[in-house]
């Protein structure tokens, strides 16, 4: 098998499961939409330690594969937000953190609209 | 050679198992978690050749699960690879701590892969000819294994202890930064020759893993890596604010390896005596081979023995 074929085969079976990806990025955009909406509507001023988490735990995953499916800014996006919150240690204030997880919604609806 | 690779991601899973399987890795099991990974291994008839585990699941993390595979004889030496995002950078230390061999980082670039597990792939080779060699008769019948003078010695019993390869592997994963504050250290065992000759290669087996001991009693826990090189000498890696004077270091060794007087007077096994090296730093203009360090604190420790012999 030639090496252009073997490239093909390979981005036959990246793109299959692209599908599969962009459902959990908009499982994963909308539970992010959440835990700022909740945010919006109490008075705290730090991220609670659960929803550093849970955003560190999305962040995490589209880090991983977002690049592989021709998302790079979209995998640039979702370190940035995983490094944030992994360094946090229950005082980061939500303006300092809130900037960062925009952007990454942006770029995961950015994502979606694409292949919408 | 089969590979089991662990991740809680599915798609990540995915993916990683279409560029392995287009890289002809095909026989390939899958775990979503820390457990299920170990009830595979427990139920696994033929074993596993290489593991490729995810650093950040939820439960039991890539770390935990790493320790736990290199607390099963059968995969004391089995090569493991972390998977990690560049956010992982800071667990990759207690991953090597763990028993780690190597690391891959995510996202997953076919090259790489394909460059670390064709070294992975020679490792588990070796790892086959040298078991098939142990099966066959003329091995000493004690059945306890048996070691060339300049044989690498497997020191899984040793807290701390990774082999080379690994060692080489950690300090390509240190940034320029994390680079500049490590050292490494050579130690050597100035009569190992004699030992190995007198003794044989099963007693100085042994011999080197109570050095390596004493070694791993000297060095502060959470910062010790040590390395078996062949030939009696070892390397340490310990960040370069603590390695002090290395004669201290030597002086403090040879006080732990007399406790060793007693049983090796017993035997008739001549106690080893030790030297150490000068402390290797990376500079800033072999950045981009920090592995050097390990070759030139392998080369000092020879270099002050071979100034000691003419001196005297």
């Known amino acids: 098998m030639s090496a252009s074929m073997k490239g093909d085969r390979l981005r036959e079976g990246l793109q299959a499961l692209r599908d599969g990806f962009l459902e959990r990025v908009t499982t994963r955009c909308l539970a992010i939409e959440g835990i700022l909406a909740e945010l919006d509507n109490s008075d705290e001023g730090v991220v609670a330690e659960a929803d550093r988490e849970a955003i560190q735990q999305h962040a995490h995953k589209t880090a991983g594969v977002a690049a592989t499916f021709g998302f790079s800014v979209l995998g640039e996006k979702a370190l940035a937000v995983e490094q944030l919150m992994a360094r946090a240690d229950g005082t980061l204030p939500w303006s300092v953190a809130r900037p960062d997880i925009e952007a990454l919604l942006d770029e995961m609806e950015d994502a979606l609209d694409e292949f919408s | ?312």
Do not use: W
């Open chain 2, 1 to 312: 050679m089969k590979i089991l690779a662990v991740d809680d991601d599915p798609d990540f899973m995915a993916v990683f198992k279409t560029v392995l399987e287009d890289l002809g890795h095909t026989d390939l099991a899958t775990a979503s978690s820390g457990q299920e990974a170990l009830d595979l291994i427990s139920q696994s008839v033929s074993g596993f050749d290489c593991f490729i585990l995810d650093v950040q699941m939820p439960g039991m993390d890539g770390i935990e699960l790493c320790r736990q595979i290199r607390g099963i004889e059968a995969y004391k030496d089995t090569p493991i690879m972390m998977n990690t995002a560049v956010a992982d950078r800071d667990y990759i230390d207690a991953a090597f701590a763990a028993g780690a061999t190597d690391y891959l980082t995510k996202p997953v670039d076919e090259m790489e892969v394909k460059a670390r597990l064709g070294v992975i792939e020679k490792l588990v080779t070796e790892r086959l000819r040298s078991q098939i060699a142990l099966s066959h008769p003329g091995i000493e019948a004690y059945g306890g294994a048996s070691y060339g003078f300049l044989d690498g010695i497997p020191l899984k019993r040793v807290e701390g202890a990774v082999d080379l390869f690994s060692m080489g592997n950690y300090l390509k994963t240190l940034g320029l930064f994390r680079a500049l504050t490590v050292s490494a250290i050579g130690i050597r065992v100035v009569n190992a020759r004699s030992i190995h000759d007198l003794e044989g290669g099963h007693v100085f087996g042994e011999v080197m893993i109570d050095v390596a001991t004493c070694i791993s009693d000297c060095l502060k826990p959470s910062h010790r890596m040590i390395a078996y090189a062949g030939g009696g000498i070892f390397v340490c890696l310990m960040p370069r604010a603590e390695i002090g004077d290395p004669e201290a270091l030597a002086d403090r060794l040879r006080e732990y390896i007399l406790e060793f007087e007693e049983v090796y007077g017993e035997l008739g096994i001549q106690l080893p005596t030790i030297s150490v090296g000068v402390p290797i730093t990376v500079r800033a203009a072999q950045i981009n081979s920090p592995t050097r360090i390990v070759d030139e604190a392998i080369a000092a420790v020879k270099a002050r023995d071979v100034y000691a012999a003419t001196m005297a």
